[in-house]
């Protein structure tokens, strides 16, 4: 039998049954339409992928723009003025390099519905996501509250400074024109003075983003004559035979002296001591006030300046600092006389009486130690010296 033995009987070759490629010509004879066809959804396709590729692309960079890579910067400050629109708040923020495209920006504003500007002061950090800056500046600045702190001890001139600082759209001389004013009332100042040294309190305040530096020195005048009625600054200064004035001025010069807590009473008792005895105060802090920092401490002492306590009898005429509370109520309850256990009562000649007259440092914590006499004062000096704690 011819043939492949498991065909049937009556099979018959067909030249289809055994194709083993597609002849050209059999390619060449399909219709035309759908050769054209067949090259349209080719170049649909292409299209269709670099379409999909190029919106992928401009999306992950739009994230990028919105999102920018690494630490936001130091917050800064930005104006928001009358009459300011999105767009023209996105140009300044860009030029400002807070962000690093507007039209995009603009874009995400829109998104979001819009926002309504409010003229103020913003803190605005640059390099920060698209998101929080929308969100601080749909913030109003007077909802937008900053800590500021002002610590014991520091004077106007450091306040002002201080608050420059951290409210940067604020100025420090703005600041002390508002605390040397004569329009600033407070009902500690003596008529003779026009400075607020020593009448505002050092404490915490929150500081809004529509605050001006006038209402800054208002709020603390204002604290520091609440914290006096706390203290009952005016009955305690009268007791004492001094004015409330004085008693913040003696308040300040504890202030700068002392720096740890036990020496507060101490160092009041000293002053008080002195004075009684109408002894120069001889204060440290009190010389360097007003003085150039730049100057040698001797050429300080030497120099005749109302603040100078070495060559000036009594009180300075103005408090050197604006003293806490704890200051205030060390002023107005000193020490009194120390125990016959304390060191400045030790080895006192006959009929000297055991009070706090000296003082000087006497550990690397601040401490002081107290004596009554001279002599003893020269020995703890020495002491001191020997320690390393005094040039």
Not at 75 to 88: P, R, Y
Request: charged share 20%; net charge negative; hydrophobic share 40%.
């Amino acid at each position: 039998m011819t043939g492949d033995p498991l065909l049937p009987n009556n099979w018959h070759d067909d030249p289809w049954d055994r194709v083993t490629e597609v002849p050209e010509d059999l390619l060449e004879s399909s219709p035309r339409e759908f050769r054209q066809l067949r090259g349209v959804t080719r170049t649909v396709a292409i299209v269709v992928v670099a379409s999909v590729l190029f919106l992928g692309s401009l999306g992950w960079w739009t994230v990028g723009v919105l999102n920018p890579s690494g630490e936001p910067g130091v917050a800064v400050n930005f104006t928001v003025n009358d009459g300011d629109t999105i767009s023209s708040v996105a140009s300044r923020l860009h030029s400002a390099g807070i962000i690093s495209n507007a039209t995009i920006f603009r874009w995400y504003v829109s998104t979001k519905g819009t926002i309504a500007l409010t003229p103020g002061y913003y803190a605005l950090k640059p390099k920060d996501n698209a998101g929080s800056i929308v969100e601080a500046l749909s913030t109003p600045p007077a909802q937008t509250f900053i800590s500021v702190t002002f610590p014991e001890g520091m004077t106007v001139a450091q306040m002002a400074q201080r608050l420059s600082e951290k409210m940067t759209f604020m100025k420090p001389e703005d600041f002390m024109a508002a605390a040397n004013s004569p329009d600033t009332a407070s009902e500690l100042r003596p008529k003779s003075q026009t400075s607020l040294e020593g009448l505002l309190f050092p404490d915490t305040y929150q500081i809004s983003g529509d605050d001006t530096e006038s209402r800054v020195v208002a709020r603390l005048v204002s604290m520091m004559e609440r914290v006096s009625r706390q203290v009952e600054l005016t009955a305690g200064a009268k007791a004492r035979g001094f004015s409330p004035y004085e008693i913040l001025i003696i308040a300040s010069l504890i202030e700068r002296e002392a720096k740890v807590a036990t020496d507060r009473s101490k160092i009041a008792q000293v002053i008080y001591n002195r004075l009684a005895k109408k002894m120069k105060l001889e204060i440290d802090a009190s010389v360097k006030y007003g003085q150039d920092p730049a100057m040698s401490w001797t050429d300080m002492k030497a120099t005749d300046t109302p603040y100078n306590t070495y060559i000036n009898k009594g009180l300075p005429p103005t408090p050197i600092a604006n003293p806490g509370k704890a200051s205030i109520q060390a002023a107005l309850a000193p020490f009194g006389s120390p125990p016959a256990s304390d060191q400045a009562c030790t080895g006192l000649p006959a009929g000297v009486k055991c009070e706090y007259l000296y003082y000087v440092l006497a550990d690397e914590a601040g401490g002081h130690v107290f004596a009554t006499t001279y002599e003893q004062h020269l020995l703890n000096v020495e002491k001191s010296k020997t320690a390393g704690l005094l040039p």
